[in-house]
């Protein structure tokens, strides 16, 4: 699009004072890399079938509940191998396609010297595997849902804030005084991260208007349809 454009054409000039951030799942890829660890996971038997049942539950009724047990799930198995998994399910692609309109608008944001940030809450190891397989981010900061470890294993408790909702406005508050120049998503859980920033992008399918995407544009906010 062209406001697209022109942020991926951005003069250098005052971008260096300033945060961008992006949610993940649906905004710079097409899959939910958290749930999709989850399953792969409960496939391999490292995690019971009965989480799956309780995770459903609670994405309709609690959805910061749901990204914070999803890493709570995790307890007991070690760093290492979570992480090695988080590699293998990138590598199968399962979720892809990137979206590239996005992820261009972030990479131009990190060539002008913005700090940018991945705020999703999946798994923070998760996240950092997808953005490491998209290349040369390595400056790009990830807030991800974290989960605790000693002796280099999870232990199940989940470490504040799940940036999800109110907690991306948390964690990103935590993370950086820059003001929050830019900011996209594609799902109401970052609504409040959308409206701290002073330009804020919807992202939604090109099929069908999501209610993200409906109060983006009542709002006159910048939308990429993907």
Known sequence: SDRSREWQE????????VAAAFDADGTLWAGDVGELLLERLIHQGRVPRATWERYLGLTRTD???????????????SEAEV?????????????????TEVVGILRRLVDLGAEVWVVSGSSDLVV???????GGLDRVGVLGARGEARSGRLTGTVLAPVPC???KVEALSKATSRPLHLAAGNALYDLE???????????????NATELVKQAEARGWHVIRV
């Open 165 to 167: 909702r109110g907690g």
């Open 63 to 77: 959805m910061v509940a749901a990204c914070g047990y999803c890493v709570e799930a995790m307890g007991g198995l």
């Open 193 to 207: 991260m959308l409206e701290m920033a002073r330009h804020p992008i919807g992202v939604g399918p090109r099929a």
């Open 10 to 17: 951005a003069p250098k000039e005052g971008w260096a004072g």
């Open 83 to 99: 992480e090695a998994e988080c590699r293998a399910l990138i590598s199968s692609q399962a979720h892809l396609p990137a979206h």
């Open 128 to 134: 950092k595997a997808g953005l490491a397989a998209l």
